[in-house]
Antibody, heavy 119, light 108 residues
Framework: QLVEFGGGMVQPGGSLRLSCTASGFTFNTNAVTWVRQAPGMGLEWVSALTARDGSTYYADSVKGRFTISRDSSKTTVYLQMNSLRADDTAVYYC??????????????WGQGTLVTVSS | DIQMTQSPSFLSASVGDRITITCRASQDIRSYIAWYQQKPGKPPRLLIYAASTLESGVPSRFSGSGSGTDFALTITGLQPEDFATYFCQKYNSAPPLTFGGGTKVEIK
């Protein structure tokens, strides 16, 4: 089971850190991905972190502003979001991949956490 | 970046119908496509991966087909719980792992 924390309302230009915690397992064998969904819109792949060596990947829309990382125990993955913009407003889901690499289907999802960027 | 064009955006159908949703990739992605179902207020659920492999626990009325650039998700014998939004996603290497725009299946 995956649980996301850290959503909320922030002003444009602000920062927020999301957490994704694994319950009952670690992120030792599965890559983790963040996917977001703006209100009433489709799904957007945001970032991923591989299980094997912790390599990171980003969508162009967040590159240079967002950073994905994990803790040393590999039970929590973070998404540090800086320089937030109104178009970052979305529900952010974390999801595990069907294996150690990021380019795999997403087979387990958290319930999502809402990020609202507004003044 | 590879684009995923999903159609139709909306589909009105009745219980028991057979429906097909298509997804076209802008480049050859072999069979690296997954299909997800999402209900309002819920996270997506993986239905099919590798174009045609059913995820564990997914009813057999769901099926996937295609390879290269053209893919389809078919539901044979639509059930009340199938009214939802469906997304395709390409997952071959090279990010972003793009999703299609989604197809909302509504009750006629």
């Amino acid at each position: 089971q995956l649980v996301e924390f850290g959503g909320g309302m922030v002003q444009p230009g602000g920062s927020l850190r999301l957490s994704c915690t694994a319950s009952g397992f670690t992120f030792n064998t599965n890559a983790v991905t963040w996917v977001r969904q703006a209100p009433g819109m489709g799904l957007e792949w945001v970032s991923a972190l591989t299980a094997r060596d912790g390599s990171t990947y980003y969508a162009d829309s967040v590159k240079g502003r967002f950073t994905i990382s994990r803790d040393s125990s590999k039970t929590t993955v973070y998404l540090q979001m800086n320089s937030l913009r109104a178009d970052d407003t979305a529900v952010y889901y974390c999801a595990t991949c069907r294996g150690r690499y990021y380019d795999l289907p997403l087979d387990s999802w958290g319930q999502g956490t809402l990020v609202t960027v507004s003044s | 970046d590879i684009q995923m064009t999903q159609s139709p955006s909306f589909l009105s159908a009745s219980v028991g119908d057979r429906i097909t949703i298509t997804c076209r990739a802008s480049q050859d992605i072999r069979s690296y496509i997954a299909w997800y179902q999402q209900k309002p207020g819920k996270p997506p659920r993986l239905l099919i991966y590798a174009a045609s492999t059913l995820e564990s626990g997914v009813p057999s009325r769901f099926s996937g087909s295609g390879s290269g650039t053209d893919f389809a998700l078919t539901i044979t014998g639509l059930q009340p719980e199938d009214f939802a939004t469906y997304f395709c996603q390409k997952y071959n290497s090279a990010p972003p792992l793009t999703f299609g725009g989604g197809t909302k299946v509504e009750i006629k």
